[in-house]
Nanobody, 115 residues
C-alpha cells in the first residue's frame, strides 16, 4: 500500500519553530529522494526542500538556512524542521518524491504563522 501521512503542523508566532513528520508507506518512498512541498492559500503547490543522498538539504531560496530535512529509515519517516518561521510560510505542507508530478498526495498538514 502506497501512503503518505503528514503531521506536526500547528499555529506558531513569527520566529517560532515547527517540526513536520511524514510517514511514507511503500517501497518507492524508501528508494526515491524525498522532499517537502507546500501550498499557500490561492497559490499552486510548490517545492520547498529535498533530502540529498549525503543527508544534506536542498531547499529553495525562500527557506534556505531556516528549513532542514532529515530521515529515519527504520521508521520510514521524513522530517522537516522549520525554524525562524515567517507569516509567508503559512501553507499546507506535503511530502512526496522529489520532482513528483502525479496526483497521489497525502492530506497534508497545516502550518500557520501568525501573531
Amino acid at each position: 500500500q502506497v501512503q503518505l501521512v503528514e503531521s506536526g503542523g500547528g499555529l506558531v508566532q513569527p520566529g517560532g519553530s515547527l517540526r513536520l513528520s511524514c510517514a511514507a508507506s511503500g517501497i518507492i518512498y524508501r528508494i526515491k529522494p524525498m522532499g517537502w512541498y507546500r501550498q499557500a492559500p490561492g497559490k499552486q503547490r510548490e517545492f520547498v526542500a529535498g533530502l540529498n543522498s549525503d543527508g544534506t538539504t536542498n531547499s529553495v531560496d525562500a527557506v534556505k538556512g531556516r528549513f532542514t530535512m532529515s530521515r529515519d529509515n527504520a521508521k520510514n519517516t521524513v522530517y522537516l524542521q522549520m525554524n525562524s518561521l515567517k507569516p509567508e510560510d503559512t501553507a499546507v505542507y506535503y511530502c512526496n518524491i522529489v520532482g513528483y508530478l502525479g496526483n497521489h498526495w497525502g492530506q497534508g498538514t497545516q502550518g500557520t504563522v501568525s501573531s
